[in-house]
């Protein structure tokens, strides 16, 4: 009798740890959306550094910059890749390396055709159209994209209770 009052005492003590452990804590859900966002943040800002070049027509900065945004989007997929699922789901995470994965192939052929049409000795009309049709084709597409992470990451929050504030990189980049 007093192995099983032992053991039953040592399960109610442990019982508390096993269960915090698998479950995971509101402040859990915003530390893990806020790692999501601050990467996607990064990204943002590197993107805004770039486009921010085109003005100047400094090929030299443009390319130092766009080698920034690349390296700070191959980062933010890593980083993202390596978050464990959360509480048994990856969907949110999926949807940022979805999110984040666009923005490496834009960046590495748009942006790349974008910074070779600023080499150019003379941008003709032609150049000109091309880089609108380039950026109205990634408008395009990144809405898609763009709104089912957001419909995830709604979606996130109400399942843990946490708030979202709108991001002002974000409104930065959809006015460029």
């Given amino acids: 009798m007093r192995k099983i009052t032992a053991l039953l005492w040592v399960a109610l ?14 402040q859990q859900a915003i530390d893990y959306n806020n790692k999501i966002v601050d990467l996607q943040s990064k990204i ?5 550094d770039f486009s921010s070049t085109f003005d100047s027509k400094d090929t030299a900065l443009m390319e130092k910059k ?8 191959d980062t933010s997929i890593k980083e993202t890749r390596a978050m464990e699922p959360f509480d048994g789901t990856s969907e949110f995470r999926d949807a940022a390396i979805n999110l984040f994965t666009f923005y490496q192939d834009i960046t590495k052929k748009e942006y790349k055709e974008i910074v070779e049409i600023f080499k150019k000795s003379q941008i003709q009309q ?6 609108d049709k380039l950026n109205q084709d990634i408008s395009k597409r990144e809405k898609v994209l763009d709104d089912q992470f957001m419909v995830v990451q709604e979606g996130f929050a109400k399942k843990y209770g946490i708030p ?13």
């Fill in 13 to 26: 003590l442990l019982s508390p740890l096993f269960l915090a452990s698998c479950r995971n804590t509101k």
């Fill in 164 to 176: 979202l504030v709108d991001n002002e990189l974000q409104k930065q980049i959809d006015n460029m």
């Fill in 126 to 131: 032609a150049d000109v159209d091309r880089i």
């Fill in 44 to 48: 943002v800002k590197g993107m805004l």
């Fill in 66 to 73: 766009y080698g920034e945004l690349l390296a700070v989007i």
